[in-house]
């Protein structure tokens, strides 16, 4: 199929360690990602693979371990 734009908004604690392979190899497909992640947040590095844009967030990581 043709590359498409795809925005992804994965949620802190999501499932986004299943989440990351499936946009990569959307992104190695020639679709155009941008992953939109926290400020704080666990496990959501960037990489070559996609755009990362972060949005700022009102807790802290200490807060957010917390929470969980």
């Not at 734009?5 to 990602?33: A, D, F, I, N, T």
Request: charged share 20%; no cysteine; hydrophobic share 40%.
């Amino acid at each position: 199929s043709d590359g498409g734009k795809l925005l992804v908004v994965p949620m802190v604690g999501s499932h986004w360690l299943s989440m990351k392979e499936v946009v990569e190899k959307l992104s190695e497909r020639g679709h155009e990602v941008v992953v939109l992640v926290p400020e704080v947040s666990w496990h959501m590095e960037t990489t070559q693979a996609y755009k990362v844009v972060t949005h700022p967030v009102s807790q802290t990581l200490e807060e957010l371990d917390n929470a969980f």
